[in-house]
């Protein structure tokens, strides 16, 4: 099981070594992923998960990394980042997208092709792929009402379709995240619509979106699912937690229910600061919140560390963990 031997069977495909996540994460956090690949085309991905499956190879899968933390310690093995899978196609009100085609494009192209239904996500930065993994939606519409069928990739190496109900879409859900099915394309049925209408909303939500996040550092959006009953960001704030810096992250002080990355934060500061915001909640509130971001990789080994994370420093002063940390505004 060696990098050479994958970069000698796939002599097309871009892989790179030992590459630092950080750089792909919208928390511009994360440790290194062994082998970074780089498929363009479906056929290529069905040949590396045969190629890998036989071969032993750990597999994680990619999109555009806006809904992820990776730990330090990175990714070991194979991952599979599907960017480069972007190709957009319409014919009369069917959009046709690689799974790797940014959301965002493809509401873009519905609105140039005067076909609404995918106003809603204007904003939302991830891959089509991410997007049918976590059903995602905004203000009041989500993917699975504009969705027809997906093809799949099972992780048998078949290539194959799945109906809308097939996919078992549910708040912030699909059926891939049991199957480990790889998303590769995505059928869009939308309907005809008035092109002015379709750039107001676009315009209305867009104008909501950056009035009320904090689009100006990095992030990786909401990171807890909405609790029944509650709000997430208001639990956060009664429970006096909004603006509240661990390491280099921070509980926005626009939207509580952001982390930002306010200064070199690890994916440790993030992990740690999700933490704390868990037991809170829960302690006052009886609240158990869930995260909607997929937390994955590995952590830093403790040598790497010295043993040293800001946690592992607060037990050791026997200080409340959060007890001399500041409140650093924003901006
Ligand atoms: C500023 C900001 C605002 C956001 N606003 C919203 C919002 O309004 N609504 C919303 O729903 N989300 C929002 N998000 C979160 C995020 O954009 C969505 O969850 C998005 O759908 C994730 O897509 P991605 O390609 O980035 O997935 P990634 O983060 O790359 O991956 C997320 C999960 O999906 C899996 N995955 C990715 N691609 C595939 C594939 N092709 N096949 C199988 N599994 C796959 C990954 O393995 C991982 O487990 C926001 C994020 C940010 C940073």
Redesign the pocket.
């Known amino acids: 099981m060696t990098i050479e031997k994958l970069k000698h069977d796939f002599p097309h495909t871009i892989i790179k070594e030992n590459e630092p996540l950080s750089s792909y994460t919208?928390t511009r956090t994360g440790g290194p992923a062994d082998a970074l690949i780089f498929p363009k085309r479906k056929e290529e991905v069905q040949a590396l998960i045969k190629w890998l499956t036989k071969e032993d190879w750990p597999v994680?899968?990619?999109?555009?990394?806006?809904?992820?933390i990776v730990k330090d310690g990175g990714i070991r093995g194979a991952t599979i980042i599907?960017t480069e899978m972007n190709q957009i196609t319409i014919k009369d009100n069917v959009i046709t997208a690689l799974?790797g085609a940014p959301?965002i494009e493809v509401s873009k192209r519905a609105y140039s092709a005067s076909l609404t239904g995918l106003e809603f996500a204007c904003?939302?930065?991830?891959?089509i792929?991410?997007?049918?993994?976590?059903n995602?939606?905004?203000y009041g519409g989500e993917v699975k009402e504009v969705i027809e069928k997906v093809t799949v990739l099972t992780r048998e190496g078949d290539i194959v379709e799945r109906t809308n109900e097939e996919m078992a879409f549910t708040y912030?859900h699909s059926k891939?995240q049991e199957s480990d099915?790889?998303?590769l394309e995505v059928t869009f049925v939308l309907k005809e619509g008035k092109k002015e209408e379709i750039k107001e909303k676009m315009d209305e939500l867009t104008f909501l979106r950056t009035s009320k996040?904090p689009?100006e550092y990095p992030?990786?959006?909401?990171v807890f699912k909405r609790p029944t009953g509650y709000f997430t960001g208001k639990l956060i704030q009664d429970a006096g937690l909004q603006g509240l810096v661990w390491g280099g992250a921070q509980i926005s002080t626009k939207h509580a229910g952001f982390i930002v990355n306010i200064n070199n934060a690890t994916a440790t500061d993030y992990i740690e600061l999700i933490e704390h915001i868990k037991e809170v909640i829960y302690k006052e509130n009886g609240v158990e919140l869930e995260t909607e971001v997929?937390i994955?990789g590995e952590d830093l080994t403790p040598e790497a560390t010295g043993g040293s994370t800001l946690l592992n420093k607060a037990k050791e002063s026997l200080t409340p963990k959060f007890s001399q940390i500041s409140l650093a505004k924003e901006n």
């Open positions: 919208y994680t899968i990619l999109g555009n990394a806006s809904n992820l599907l799974t959301l904003g939302i930065p991830g891959s792929g991410g997007a049918v993994y976590m995602a939606g905004a912030r891939l099915d790889i998303a996040q689009l992030s990786c959006g909401s997929k994955i």
